[in-house]
């Protein structure tokens, strides 16, 4: 079968940088993608990495290990706002069929 | 673009009725997904369309629940005679077949599904 492991949740302070880490087990993977839902909120897509290495987005990097089966997100300068639920999702398949982790919720406190 | 949207938002059923939502993707988007989500989880693939041609259906789908796509545009959800575990949150997405978004799928806002 397929599994991603992310950490249940974490807390950081406003301003802070937090890293929130994903293990997976798959086959026929292409590709590790990020996505942010907002309590009552559709996910919404943060980033995709199907190379080796670290890609940036403004405040969000999102970073890959093929051979780890690893990857994290990186947020920086964090903002009340980014409270939410982080899923990493792993593409498999042609067809972009996302498998997705079970969800950071991400508090960011004062 | 007025992005994914999904209808109805809400669903109460009674244990036995069937129950269809509509979902209508990006215009120009090709491929379309079905979702389902629980409290406490992430979306759990159920069915993906490219154009009007269901390409895949996960194996965890029973054969109470069908999907269509009749002209490759708004797709249709079907569940029938629901069970309480069916109650979940059952999200539509979308996404392009070429061109840079297209590793993102646009997601809709859902809809929720309360088996009574």
């Known amino acids: 079968g397929q599994s991603l492991e992310q950490p249940s949740e974490v807390t950081a302070v406003e301003g802070a940088i937090v890293q929130i880490n994903c293990t997976y087990q798959t086959s026929g993977f292409y590709g590790l993608s990020w996505y942010q839902q907002h309590d009552g909120g559709a996910p919404t897509f943060l980033s995709y990495n199907a190379l080796d290495g670290l890609e940036e987005t403004g405040r969000f990097s999102s970073f890959l290990s093929r051979s780890d089966s690893y990857g994290y997100l990186l947020l920086q300068e964090l903002q009340m706002k980014d409270s939410a639920s982080y899923f990493c999702a792993c593409r498999t398949g042609g067809g972009n069929k996302l498998t997705f982790g079970t969800g950071t919720q991400l508090k960011v406190e004062l | 673009d007025t992005g994914v949207s999904q209808d109805p938002r809400h669903k109460i059923t009674k244990r036995g009725q069937n129950v269809t939502f509509r979902c209508d993707p990006i215009s120009e988007h090709n491929r379309l997904y079905w979702y389902r989500q629980t409290l406490g989880q992430g979306p759990e693939f159920l069915t993906y369309?490219?154009?009007?041609?269901?390409?895949?259906k996960s194996r965890l789908l029973s054969d109470r629940f069908s999907a269509e796509r009749p002209k490759g545009s708004f797709s249709t959800l079907e569940i029938q005679r629901t069970e309480q575990g069916d109650s979940a949150m059952y999200l539509c997405a979308s996404s392009s077949g070429t061109g840079g978004s297209y590793n993102e799928q646009f997601f809709g806002p859902g809809t929720r599904l309360t088996v009574l």
């Open positions: 369309f490219q154009n009007e041609a269901q390409l895949e």
